[in-house]
């Protein structure tokens, strides 16, 4: 304690704004979290339930609704979104900027040839990469015998096997990663994780790569790198990306696809 001397450090605040929150997910109804910011310290955002928000799906106005859901409000479409259409998206509310925000969904990452054995600790599957620049996320479940997600599986990427992702071999085992295909780019690959935990025989696991749009992937991108610094004032604060004109948040597409693999 003798050696810490508190220290008042003004941050900059340019008023109260609409913050926007969504991933837009294909085949599901859209969840948009409209709030109000706060100040640097602020612990609460408060829901603005009475906002106009207006949703389209190309030139056609898609319906919302706001419902409270576990505590929580939402405006909710009344359609499913759907891929192939760019969203856009515009909110506003008394005393605050109108905000304006907008993106697609992506393809679905194709996957194939899930393999697990017992006694190990590796996952292997193939993935085929399309041309034209994909984000992906890497996530993995251990999961019931109806492949119902149970908690996640802590893994990293096997240095022995993936030459495609070299620049993220690590002793951390993490519960996601986030990668674009730079270095595979057009191309199938074989993927192999190595897990925390030896695969146990009878077990069951849930694989899930998501695609990602440009815009997703630099929102979990920066807020990866946010969260990584950990408050350390040695580093410069990482700035959470937002593509949410004169205001805060992201409205962004996300398409997840899902291979099952049962340890054998």
């Not at 941050?11 to 706060?38: A, E």
């Not at 749009?213 to 920066?222: D, G």
Request: glycine residues 10%.
């Amino acid at each position: 304690m003798a050696c810490e001397k508190a220290a008042d450090i003004p941050v900059p605040y340019d008023g109260d704004r609409i913050v926007v929150n969504t991933l837009m997910q294909p085949d599901s109804l859209l969840y948009l979290r409209v709030t109000r910011s706060q100040p640097p310290g602020g612990s609460s955002f408060p829901e603005i339930p009475g906002a106009k928000v207006t949703l389209k799906a190309g030139s056609t106005e898609v319906p919302v609704e706001w419902q409270v859901i576990g505590g929580k409000g939402y405006f909710v479409s009344g359609v499913p979104v759907r891929y192939g259409f760019r969203y856009t998206l515009e909110v506003s509310a008394a005393g605050l900027d109108t905000v304006f925000a907008t993106d697609t969904l992506p393809r679905a990452p194709l996957l194939s040839a899930p393999f697990a054995q017992a006694g190990g600790s590796r996952v292997r599957f193939n993935m085929r990469d399309l041309p034209g620049g994909d984000y992906y996320r890497f996530r993995l479940f251990q999961a019931n015998r109806d492949y119902v997600p149970q908690k996640r599986a802590l893994f990293r990427f096997d240095p022995s096997y993936n030459n495609s992702f070299t620049d993220l071999v690590s002793d951390t085992f993490l519960e996601y990663t986030l990668i674009d295909d730079g270095r595979f780019e057009g191309k199938e690959i074989t993927v192999v994780m190595q897990t925390q935990e030896v695969n146990k025989a009878g077990g069951y696991l849930l694989l899930e790569v998501t695609g990602l749009t440009r815009a997703a992937w630099q929102y979990l991108k920066t807020l990866e790198q946010q969260v990584s610094n950990g408050g350390n004032p040695l580093v410069d604060p990482t700035a959470v990306y937002s593509n949410v004109h004169q205001g805060y948040g992201i409205m962004a597409g996300v398409n997840s696809a899902y291979l099952r693999v049962e340890i054998k």
